[in-house]
């Protein structure tokens, strides 16, 4: 793949990772932008609709002008497993630049993206993405998106043995006869209740991602293939349980919201 088609596979994916609000143009002051931008924003809205869990991103802001991103959107027929990777950003006037370099066989690429802050407060964040520059390229945008502020992390919350006792909603599973166990180096192993007992599940390289309330797992089948992905909002872990939701969209375009109940084990299985 050539400098120019990962940077189209990147940028595009980025575009659309970093978007709702009303189209009109409205001024907020740099002052209120550096007051409140600063904490963790999950992606809700992309150009005024909602978005699946599946195209889920956290956006960490800090006050270094350094922002974590965390996203395992898929495009293009690439998945992106970004946990936490960090970019430069600025304030100015009424709105955000980003910088980030990606590695290629030839060099570093940077990026560059402006966004317009339509509105912001504690629990909203609205951006306009308007510009998108590269070494090599520009891009004019009108991309909008919405976030809320995510004020918890479950990051150490969901270490442990998991028993899933409960699932609603549609495309569910048929039984719950399996458990997680999710380690803190971000590896997990799945169990299946198999002849009377539990047993782990043959699947290879299993690693998950947590951020603010955002669940990403992945695995393989086998060494030779692909990587499978599931990805949930986190709802709330509390007092040995454990809630999963997702918004799932299907090939006609319709969509639909599976929960997902899971109890601590604190002894053994």
Not at 88 to 109: A, M, V
Not at 131 to 158: F, G, K, P, Q, W
Not at 202 to 212: L, M, Q, S, T, W
């Amino acid at each position: 793949m050539n400098r120019t088609i990962k940077y189209l596979v990147y940028g595009f994916t980025f575009m659309l990772l970093l978007a709702s609000c009303q189209k009109e143009e409205t001024i907020t002051p740099q002052k209120e932008v550096e007051q409140f931008i600063v904490g963790k924003w999950k992606r809700i809205k992309l150009d005024g609709k909602e978005t699946v869990t599946n195209m889920r991103q956290i956006a960490t802001f800090k006050n270094n002008g350094i922002m974590y991103s965390t996203t395992t959107y898929t495009a293009t027929g690439k998945s992106i497993w970004e946990a936490r990777s960090p970019f430069t950003y600025e304030c100015h006037d009424n709105g955000i630049r980003s910088f980030c370099y990606y590695d290629y066989d030839e060099g570093k690429l940077r990026s560059e993206l402006d966004f317009i802050v339509e509105k912001i407060g504690y629990k909203r964040l609205c951006l306009r993405l308007f510009r998108h520059y590269t070494d090599s390229a520009y891009h004019e945008s009108n991309t909008t998106i919405e976030y809320e502020r995510v004020l918890i992390d479950y990051v150490e919350d969901i270490v442990g043995l998991w028993k899933g006792i409960a699932m609603t909603g549609d495309a569910t599973y048929g039984d719950f006869n399996h458990c997680i166990e999710f380690r803190p180096d971000g590896t997990y192993t799945y169990l299946n209740y198999e002849d009377g007992k539990w047993v782990e599940s043959p699947n290879v390289d299993n690693e998950y991602i947590v951020d603010g309330d955002y669940l990403a797992c992945k695995w393989r089948p086998d060494i030779d293939s692909e990587f499978q992905y599931e990805r949930w909002d986190i709802e709330e872990i509390k007092d040995g349980i454990m809630v999963w939701s997702a918004i799932r969209e299907k090939e006609d375009g319709s969509r639909f919201t599976t929960t997902f109940t899971w109890e601590k084990v604190t002894g053994k299985l």
